[in-house]
């Protein structure tokens, strides 16, 4: 079993940044794409970013030149550095990881983390 914990959510003002966070912990497991997703309220979730296992990485276009996904492997963590904040950045970010473990290939998705950026 496989877990996913984002951090680094909160409250910031327009213009600020945030670092958010997603841990996979468990035992005898890899880790291939993450994505970095995101939901405001009434709408629906959308891929903010993505990262594969070889670093290539995608964005979606209102969040290129201001968001950085990264993955540290050793720790097992995917990283979203989100700079230049707008208020339509508010919402509810989810990781969501492609994991290996044994024979078998699984989707894991974090709890969510709040972000909300005033204006």
């Known amino acids: 079993q496989v877990q996913l914990v984002e951090s680094g959510g909160g409250l910031v003002q327009a213009g600020g940044s945030l670092r958010l966070s997603c841990a996979a912990s468990g035992s005898d497991f890899s880790i291939r794409a993450v994505g970095w997703y995101r939901q405001a309220p009434g709408k629906q979730r959308e891929l903010v970013a993505a990262i594969t296992s070889g670093g290539s990485t995608h964005y979606t276009d209102s969040v290129k030149g201001r968001f950085t996904v990264s993955r540290d492997n050793a720790k097992n963590t995917v990283y979203l550095q989100m700079n230049s904040l707008k208020p339509e950045d508010t919402a509810v970010y989810y990781c969501?990881?492609?994991?290996?473990?044994?024979?078998?290939?699984?989707?894991?998705w974090g709890q969510g983390t709040q972000v909300t950026v005033s204006s």
């Open positions: 969501n990881a492609e994991v290996v473990a044994g024979q078998h290939q699984y989707d894991y």
